[in-house]
């Protein structure tokens, strides 16, 4: 008998029938002989919608009690999902992070799981239930609840599976797999079969909204089996794993949502750098691609997430006053598949397509896995379609 992991998005639950489509999946896979261990995300946009009225009450809500408020969004899925299979005849009990043993580190909003222990998992188990367990959340040796951050439920699915040692990790959402690209921008978009780990925490590391960078990351330190795939249909999904084959692209990333910045300052320190970059994190707000362009005055750039502008327009007011600034909305487009470090005729074709189109480049890095190219202006979705009709077998 085998066991097996099922991670639900929260478009897979986000009402009732939708909830009753994935009981069905859920008892496929009980009536083939599996131990079924389910992680369930928040239904719909009840997170988003929970974070919207905490602000409504406070600017900056406390980071413990914002906690407290997020971590229900999934105890209602479980539990409406347990309701359902046990009326249905199928044995099942939902079970919070902490009831399920997820321990994590003290850090609210982005804690990270320390271990897990699966006593209570294993005992439910053996009495045949199917366990439905709360994604995206755990319990800090302090007894507080904390979350994981933003596509945490993927990494508490992933973490149970390597916990229980289970033979698969399903996650299943509205899509039935990873693609070359963007589906919802391009139409010939090819669904790919297979991915080694690092390719697919280069993707997730770039922007593609398919697995979160930290579900990734523990996959292929435990070795867990993942197949995405859709709640909605029985398609074949795309398998992750660590073969590492060497290949040509295999999928293109374009990343809208960044803002190049660039700040200036006459004077200069040596220690200057070092207090923007502790006062930027101190603000939550994490600088990527920092450069330091020169040596006589202070001239650095970085980008940030698009969520990050309005707090870091605040801080220009406030602690960061003493710089020029300039800030644009930019691309960054990458394009993933083992062994673009030796393929040189990938790069020549890229910056064909980038010249045609006239796109200035900001800066370029080339890695075993990876060719990222980010851009000094957003770049339109038709370069996206050229790269992908040119570069994608």
């Given at each position: 008998m085998e066991t097996i992991v099922l991670k639900f998005g929260g478009s897979s639950v986000a009402d009732n029938i939708k909830l009753n489509?994935?009981?069905?999946?859920?008892?496929?896979?009980?009536?083939?002989?599996?131990?079924?261990?389910?992680?369930?995300?928040?239904?719909?946009?009840?997170?988003?919608?929970?974070?919207?009225?905490?602000?409504?009450?406070?600017?900056?809500?406390?980071?413990?009690?914002?906690?407290?408020?997020?971590?229900?969004?999934?105890?209602?899925?479980?539990?409406?999902?347990?309701?359902?299979?046990?009326?249905?005849?199928?044995?099942?009990?939902?079970?919070?992070?902490?009831?399920?043993?997820?321990?994590?580190?003290?850090?609210?909003?982005?804690?990270?799981?320390?271990?897990?222990?699966?006593?209570?998992?294993?005992?439910?188990?053996?009495?045949?239930?199917?366990?439905?367990?709360?994604?995206?959340?755990?319990?800090?040796?302090?007894?507080?609840?904390?979350?994981?951050?933003?596509?945490?439920?993927?990494?508490?699915?992933?973490?149970?599976?390597?916990?229980?040692?289970?033979?698969?990790?399903?996650?299943?959402?509205?899509?039935?797999?990873?693609y070359s690209t963007d589906p919802n921008k391009i139409t010939d978009a090819k669904k790919i079969e297979e991915l080694s780990y690092t390719e697919m925490l280069d993707l997730s590391n770039e922007g593609a909204k398919v697995l979160h960078n930290r579900c990734v990351e523990i996959a292929e330190k435990y070795n867990v089996l993942i197949e995405t795939g859709s709640t909605f249909n029985n398609n074949i999904g795309t398998k992750i794993n660590n073969k590492l084959e060497e290949s040509t692209v295999k999928s293109i990333v374009k990343n809208d949502n960044l803002f190049l910045i660039t700040l200036k300052q006459d004077n200069y320190n040596a220690n200057m750098l070092n207090k923007l970059y502790i006062t930027l994190m101190e603000n939550d707000i994490i600088p990527m691609h920092l450069v330091n362009n020169s040596i006589s005055s202070f001239y650095v750039s970085f980008t940030i997430k698009a969520s990050d502008l309005g707090k870091f327009q605040e801080l220009l007011e406030k602690e960061l006053a003493l710089f020029s600034s300039a800030f644009t909305n930019i691309s960054?487009?990458?394009?993933?598949?083992?062994?673009?470090?030796?393929?040189?005729?990938?790069?020549?074709?890229?910056?064909?397509?980038?010249?045609?189109?006239?796109?200035?480049?900001?800066?370029?890095?080339?890695?075993?896995?990876?060719?990222?190219?980010?851009?000094?202006?957003?770049?339109?979705?038709?370069?996206?379609?050229?790269?992908?009709?040119?570069?994608?077998?």
């Amino acid at each position: 008998m085998e066991t097996i992991v099922l991670k639900f998005g929260g478009s897979s639950v986000a009402d009732n029938i939708k909830l009753n489509i994935v009981a069905n999946k859920i008892i496929d896979f009980y009536h083939k002989k599996n131990k079924v261990i389910v992680v369930v995300s928040a239904q719909g946009k009840t997170t988003d919608n929970l974070i919207k009225e905490a602000k409504e009450l406070s600017y900056q809500p406390d980071k413990r009690e914002m906690d407290m408020l997020l971590s229900t969004g999934e105890q209602v899925s479980v539990s409406k999902l347990a309701i359902l299979l046990n009326r249905l005849g199928y044995k099942a009990i939902s079970l919070t992070g902490w009831q399920a043993g997820i321990y994590t580190s003290e850090e609210n909003e982005e804690a990270k799981i320390e271990y897990i222990n699966t006593e209570r998992i294993q005992k439910e188990l053996a009495e045949n239930k199917i366990v439905i367990i709360a994604g995206f959340q755990g319990i800090s040796d302090k007894k507080d609840i904390t979350t994981l951050g933003r596509g945490g439920s993927d990494t508490t699915a992933v973490a149970i599976a390597a916990a229980m040692k289970a033979d698969h990790c399903y996650i299943f959402s509205d899509v039935d797999g990873v693609y070359s690209t963007d589906p919802n921008k391009i139409t010939d978009a090819k669904k790919i079969e297979e991915l080694s780990y690092t390719e697919m925490l280069d993707l997730s590391n770039e922007g593609a909204k398919v697995l979160h960078n930290r579900c990734v990351e523990i996959a292929e330190k435990y070795n867990v089996l993942i197949e995405t795939g859709s709640t909605f249909n029985n398609n074949i999904g795309t398998k992750i794993n660590n073969k590492l084959e060497e290949s040509t692209v295999k999928s293109i990333v374009k990343n809208d949502n960044l803002f190049l910045i660039t700040l200036k300052q006459d004077n200069y320190n040596a220690n200057m750098l070092n207090k923007l970059y502790i006062t930027l994190m101190e603000n939550d707000i994490i600088p990527m691609h920092l450069v330091n362009n020169s040596i006589s005055s202070f001239y650095v750039s970085f980008t940030i997430k698009a969520s990050d502008l309005g707090k870091f327009q605040e801080l220009l007011e406030k602690e960061l006053a003493l710089f020029s600034s300039a800030f644009t909305n930019i691309s960054r487009i990458s394009l993933v598949g083992y062994g673009i470090v030796n393929n040189k005729d990938i790069m020549k074709n890229t910056l064909q397509i980038l010249n045609m189109n006239s796109i200035q480049i900001h800066s370029i890095e080339l890695e075993e896995c990876k060719l990222s190219i980010m851009t000094k202006e957003k770049v339109n979705d038709k370069v996206l379609e050229q790269l992908h009709h040119e570069l994608i077998q």
